[in-house]
């Protein structure tokens, strides 16, 4: 069955770098994309960007130009999303999904990997 | 950049319908896509292009796109249907091509 399944939980101190890794199973990785998606504690969902697992072009959300980076491993498929200079405020579970680019939807979605950023 | 509004909450008695609405400017010109949250867990897609259902979700669950305003629509709710549910739009020409409203908290009374 198509799964991705995501790093372990990380601790971090402010102005440190995270990568989280995605890895597929049970489709073709290089004919989707690749989305992350953050949650704060208690808050609503936040889009972070997608990577095209087929030709690893990007497109980040503004907030976060400069400090994400989203890339993929088309030999492991797996993907992979760097975040430098973290603060506080990047306290949140991080989840990758599957990006269905023909009308943009995600399905199905890692299971998450809380990053929490503390002195 | 593009706005959906929710409700923050919605109550619903077992049995009945619930609906929870996801507003836009002319969201109607858009594909609306909805997922099911439940705590501690990863968001599921429950509906997607307005209507479609994927594989394996109840047929309970329906979803509608007209003018200014999206809904999702659970029939015959059942206590296991207490969850977040976010809608989401996918806008591939803009800067920021997917925007999340702020979700809905669905209440089973």
């Known amino acids: 069955q198509v799964q991705l399944v995501q790093s372990g939980a990380e601790v971090k101190k402010p102005g440190a770098s995270v990568k989280v890794s995605c890895k597929a199973s049970g489709y073709t990785f290089t004919s989707y994309g690749i989305s992350w998606v953050r949650q704060a504690p208690g808050q609503g969902l936040e889009w972070m960007g997608w990577?095209?697992?087929?030709?690893?072009?990007?497109n980040y959300a503004q907030k976060l130009q400069g400090r994400v980076t989203m890339t993929t491993d088309t030999s492991t498929s797996t993907a992979y999303m760097e975040l430098r200079s973290l603060r506080s405020d990047d306290t949140a579970v991080y989840y990758c999904?599957?990006?269905?680019?023909?009308?943009?939807?995600?399905?199905?979605w890692g299971q998450g990997t809380l990053v929490t950023v503390s002195s | 950049s593009y706005v959906l509004t929710q409700p923050p909450s919605v109550s619903v008695a077992p049995g009945k319908t619930a609906r929870i609405t996801c507003g836009g400017n002319?969201?109607?010109?858009?594909?609306v896509h909805w997922y099911q949250q439940k705590p501690g867990q990863a968001p599921v897609l429950v509906i997607y292009?307005?209507?479609d259902r994927p594989s394996g979700i109840p047929e309970r669950f329906s979803g509608s796109n007209s003018g200014n305003t999206a809904t999702l629509t659970i029939s015959r709710v059942e206590a296991g249907d207490e969850a977040d549910y976010y809608c989401?739009?996918?806008?591939?020409?803009?800067?920021?091509?997917?925007?999340f409203g702020g979700g809905t908290k669905l209440t089973v009374l």
């Open positions: 989401q739009v996918w806008d591939s020409s803009s800067d920021h091509p997917v925007v």
């Open positions: 002319n969201i109607g010109s858009k594909s």
């Open positions: 292009y307005d209507s």
């Open positions: 990577i095209s697992a087929y030709n690893g072009n990007t």
């Open positions: 999904a599957r990006l269905w680019q023909s009308g943009g939807w995600f399905d199905p």
